[in-house]
């Protein structure tokens, strides 16, 4: 399929038509500008009946995060644990090859329309898709089937949001006790 420039909110929109949560769609809107535009290479879905690439799931994550530049490293960690799942592999084709039909009718969607708008993806998508945005956002990837497993530390999603808070290992140049002191964002009321 090549590379395709899409904009953040006609796949939150795709996403939304597609029944995603609202609490899922409010961590993407808070990740990006929806009007900035973002590059993606999407291959080829390929044949339903075969074990999706690593390529596909990594483009499933990428739409899934709104992110185009994901780990890596931490995506080779997560593709056989997914794979493993009982209906892993089934769900990575077919959320794949559902979500790079939606966007020709996001655009169709009201600016403020509601999740219960959609229903184009089964449950198990919809499932699947939460499922894989909460693993990429925590680092953690839980199942009933396993215990759970660290597949990525600072490179999940999460510390995006905290990053500028997370002290420094080892910064001893703000001396003993500062940590009780305010932050410089913070004011004393």
């Given at each position: 399929?090549?590379?395709v420039?899409?904009?953040?909110?006609?796949?939150?929109?795709?996403?939304?038509?597609?029944?995603?949560?609202?609490?899922?769609?409010?961590?993407?809107?808070?990740?990006a500008?929806?009007?900035?535009?973002f590059?993606?290479?999407?291959?080829?879905?390929?044949?339903?009946?075969?074990?999706?690439?690593?390529?596909?799931?990594?483009?499933?994550?990428?739409?899934?995060?709104?992110?185009?530049?994901?780990?890596e490293?931490?995506?080779?960690?997560?593709?056989?644990?997914?794979?493993?799942?009982?209906?892993?592999?089934?769900?990575?084709?077919?959320?794949?090859?559902?979500?790079?039909?939606l966007?020709?009718?996001?655009?169709?969607?009201?600016?403020?329309?509601?999740?219960?708008?959609?229903?184009?993806?089964?449950?198990?998508?919809?499932?699947?898709?939460?499922?894989?945005?909460?693993?990429?956002?925590?680092?953690?990837?839980?199942?009933?089937?396993?215990?759970?497993?660290?597949?990525?530390?600072?490179?999940?999603?999460m510390?995006?949001?905290?990053?500028?808070?997370?002290?420094?290992?080892?910064?001893?140049?703000?001396?003993?006790?500062?940590?009780?002191?305010?932050t410089?964002?913070m004011?004393?009321?």
């Amino acid at each position: 399929m090549g590379f395709v420039n899409v904009s953040r909110r006609s796949v939150i929109a795709a996403l939304i038509r597609g029944g995603i949560s609202a609490v899922a769609v409010r961590y993407l809107m808070s990740t990006a500008a929806a009007e900035t535009a973002f590059s993606l290479k999407l291959p080829e879905a390929g044949p339903p009946n075969r074990t999706p690439s690593f390529e596909v799931f990594l483009a499933l994550s990428q739409l899934v995060t709104l992110r185009s530049l994901l780990d890596e490293a931490s995506a080779r960690r997560m593709y056989p644990l997914f794979l493993e799942e009982p209906w892993g592999a089934h769900h990575i084709h077919s959320t794949y090859a559902q979500l790079l039909a939606l966007p020709d009718e996001a655009d169709k969607l009201p600016r403020h329309a509601h999740p219960a708008l959609g229903g184009k993806l089964s449950k198990g998508q919809v499932w699947f898709a939460s499922h894989l945005l909460t693993t990429w956002y925590l680092g953690i990837y839980y199942h009933e089937r396993t215990a759970p497993v660290r597949v990525a530390y600072s490179e999940a999603l999460m510390h995006d949001l905290v990053h500028p808070g997370i002290p420094q290992r080892f910064d001893e140049g703000s001396g003993f006790g500062a940590w009780g002191n305010p932050t410089k964002m913070m004011k004393r009321t």
